[in-house]
């Protein structure tokens, strides 16, 4: 009979091996080969003891990769929806830098001058807030006062 807790965590460190992985993003990639949740849950309890496995690891790597195109807002619905806690996100949002010149290195990017009419305004207001940026960053850089 083959051991699976031994599979499932051969599988888990390939995985691994390529990139970080929240918890609930590897439990999902896992679920198939796994006999039972107990089983799957033992298998992440022991990766996470061993520090092979860390949301907050995670979050940071994803922030520092992604902060460069998006706002706060948008890394944290991110990190969320890759079952992230809310800690974690806390301790990991710093890493991307201050948001202001993060949305005027996007902003500059895409535009490169500011608008003169109020429609081309609420276009470029419209971009910067799917992004993800703040109102404050936003109205920051509409101002010309960021970087």
């Known amino acids: 009979m083959p051991d699976y807790s031994q599979a499932l ?9 390529r990139r970080d992985h929240s918890r609930a993003e590897l439990r999902t990639k896992l679920a198939a080969g796994a006999e ?5 849950d033992s298998v992440l309890d022991v990766l996470q003891a061993e520090c092979l496995l860390s949301d907050r690891r995670y979050a940071r790597a994803r922030v520092v ?7 706060d807002a ?3 619905q991110e990190l969320r929806q890759h079952g992230v806690g809310d800690d ?3 301790a990991a949002l710093p890493e991307g830098g201050d948001e202001v010149l993060r949305c005027r ?3 500059e990017r895409k535009f490169r001058e500011l608008p003169q009419e109020l429609e081309e305004r609420a276009r470029q ?4 807030q799917y992004r993800g940026f703040s109102g404050e960053a936003i109205r920051s850089v509409m101002r010309g006062n960021a970087g």
């Not at 965590?9 to 091996?17: F, G, K, N, Q, Y």
């Not at 039972?36 to 799957?40: I, K, P, R, V």
């Open 36 to 40: 039972s949740d107990e089983q799957l």
């Open 125 to 128: 207001m419209r971009f910067l």
């Open 105 to 107: 290195a996007v902003w």
């Open 74 to 76: 948008r890394l944290k």
């Open 65 to 71: 990769a992604r902060a460069g195109r998006f706002g």
């Open 9 to 17: 965590r051969v599988a888990a460190l390939r995985l691994l091996t």
């Open 88 to 90: 974690d996100i806390a």
